[in-house]
T-cell receptor
């Protein structure tokens, strides 16, 4: 049973650039959530996607956008990168009828220089 | 504000002993879910245990159990017979029923010593 996978594992970008992170949900899951985890902190909710639409958004600027594809995989896009965007980006998947039980991927470590 | 507070940044315990991690939360909702997640150095977040707020009985999962005090908005995690593999960051989290944003605390770094 394939768990949640994310790519790439690490990424280095410079300020002002744009980045795309990818997530494949656990087999059978239809909902994907994205979190940002700064160093030494707990994860912060960015947004959740279900049926290819953003269902709820956390307190993040419009520079953060996402997409969900018909196969339920998802992308997180961040434009105009800032130094403060450096963090571990976690993807979590769940089932619509049990969205409280979220399975996390290993994350993508983004470093903005 | 809906927040989660973990007042113990770091804790340590001897192998085979018992340790309790503290968590308090603040929400105006009455129906919600509480969670403890473990994040080992490999960084993959793993669900340890979950509790539905409407259930009075404390959840247990093998060596892991919780003490849920709804009125006090407290949700502590007890790890019995600690093992070296329990060394990790532990995050307390909650999610209001009908919403999709899980709120996390800052975490407690637990070290199990041989």
């Amino acid at each position: 049973d394939a768990g949640v996978t994310q790519s790439p594992t690490h990424l280095i970008k410079t300020r002002g650039q744009q980045v795309t992170l990818r997530c494949s949900p656990k087999s059978g899951h239809d909902t994907v959530s994205w979190y940002q985890q700064a160093l030494g902190q707990g994860p912060q909710f960015i947004f959740q996607y279900y049926e290819e639409e953003e269902r709820q958004r956390g307190n993040f600027p419009d520079r953060f956008s996402g997409h969900q594809f018909p196969n339920y995989s998802s992308e997180l896009n961040v434009n105009a990168l800032l130094l403060g965007d450096s963090a571990l980006y976690l993807c979590a998947s769940s089932l619509r009828q049990d969205q409280e039980t979220q399975y996390f991927g290993p994350g993508t470590r983004l470093l903005v220089l | 504000a809906q927040t989660v507070t973990q007042s113990q940044p770091e804790m340590s315990v001897q192998e085979a002993e018992t340790v309790t991690l503290s968590c308090t939360y603040d929400t105006s909702e009455n129906n919600y879910y509480l969670f403890w997640y473990k994040q080992p150095p490999s960084r993959q977040m793993i669900l340890v245990i979950r509790q539905e707020a409407y259930k009075q009985q404390n959840a247990t999962e093998n060596r892991f159990s919780v003490n849920f005090q709804k009125a006090a908005k407290s949700f502590s995690l007890k790890i019995s017979d600690s093992q070296l593999g329990d060394t990790a960051m532990y995050f307390c989290a909650f999610m209001n029923r009908g919403f999709y944003d899980m709120r996390f605390g800052a975490g407690t770094r637990l070290t199990v010593k041989p």
